[in-house]
């Protein structure tokens, strides 16, 4: 049977719901209506989201979704906020819920656990995007595969200033959590599917970054043992033995500089290393929220940080980093990719 969803009259639908529920931290009856915070199935009826930027901006609603402020009352009350919800459901003159429309749900079916195992399987296989269902994944999932000439490679992040309109990566937890982006352009393919990746049983994992800069001058940074974590420790990274041209800015400067072993930080989740943080005659609570803007795994902040914020206007630093000694160049692109190998075996 077909599933059921809203669209809304901009016709924004890359997302099941246009209705978006905005409520202050606490509000944990909200899970009534919603299910659990950004929980999204075949046709969720909502997204709930409590992030907030720091000009007070809500972050986790698409532009043209119905934004929903939850109020006490309604959080108190779940059948009363699902009476609002219902009302924004009904096709009304000059709503912005226009109407009901049947989606069939697509079903996808896994061609490999990974990049690395589909090209194992199909040695021709050409770069382009792939549904892979890593070992121990409940779901299956779109990546992009770069398919070289020593084996397929997931691709797990990617920016390029030159791509036109930059991809927004001032987001929340959720949506670091799940992916945003396009995956053919500037995405984040989503730390529950990283996750999945890089901790397959069995298998051992790569890490590829590679970097242009300003002058078009090409890094990489190879680490030999990448892994992140499960959710419940907020997805600690695992790097290995570095080698390459671009300098290990993972691990910065020494032991307050190192970004291993931390766990990831956004806008609304703070899991840095410091308290208060410090960055020259700078201090602040968090990384994050206070500095970046970013997603990004934080120590006392660090020298990298690849989410980092586009300068807003010409001449301005960028966000984007990375910082190996006293070098830290302009960078106006990156590529994150991962490969993976039986164990022993890199």
């Not at 709930?48 to 609603?61: A, D, I, M, N, W």
């Not at 036109?164 to 992916?179: A, S």
């Not at 410090?278 to 990298?304: I, K, L, M, N, P």
Request: hydrophobic share 35%; aromatic share 8%; glycine share 10%.
């Amino acid at each position: 049977m077909p599933a059921t969803i809203l669209r809304s009259r901009t016709g924004h639908a890359a997302r099941a719901s246009p209705v978006c529920v905005v409520a202050a931290p606490g509000h944990a009856s909200v899970t009534h209506l919603c299910g659990p915070p950004g929980a999204r199935g075949p046709a969720p009826l909502c997204l709930l989201t409590q992030c907030l930027t720091k000009s007070g901006e809500t972050r986790g609603c698409e532009p043209g979704w119905t934004v929903l402020f939850l109020s006490r009352s309604m959080a108190a009350c779940p059948m009363l906020g699902l009476a609002a919800l219902l009302c924004l459901s009904a096709p009304q003159a000059n709503s912005v819920v226009q109407y009901r429309q049947p989606v069939h749900v697509v079903l996808l079916e896994p061609q490999g656990r990974d990049c690395s195992h589909i090209w194992a399987e199909r040695p021709r296989a050409p770069s382009g995007v792939y549904t892979v269902q890593p070992e121990g994944a409940s779901t299956p999932f779109k990546v992009l595969c770069d398919m070289r000439p020593d084996g397929g490679w997931t691709v797990i992040q990617s920016r390029d200033q030159g791509r036109g309109t930059p991809l927004d990566f001032e987001r929340c937890w959720q949506e670091y959590k799940q992916g945003f982006g396009d995956l053919r352009g500037d995405h984040w393919l989503g730390l529950e599917h990283i996750s999945s990746l890089t901790s397959q049983p069995g298998l051992r994992s790569e890490l590829s970054v590679d970097l242009l800069d300003a002058d078009n001058h090409t890094l990489q940074a190879h680490y030999d043992d990448f892994r992140v974590g499960r959710e419940e420790r907020f997805y600690p990274l695992t790097l290995g033995q570095y080698s390459g041209n671009a300098g290990d800015a993972f691990r910065g400067l020494g032991h307050t500089d190192s970004q291993e072993g931390c766990g990831f930080s956004t806008l609304d989740r703070d899991h840095d290393r410091c308290s208060p943080c410090v960055d020259g005659a700078q201090t602040f609570t968090s990384c994050s929220h206070d500095r970046s803007g970013a997603g990004w795994w934080y120590s006392d902040c660090g020298r990298a940080d690849l989410n980092g914020l586009w300068p807003e206007q010409a001449g301005a630093a960028s966000g984007m980093r990375w910082a190996a000694g006293d070098h830290q160049p302009t960078l106006r692109a990156s590529v994150l990719r991962v490969h993976t190998t039986a164990s022993g075996k890199v």
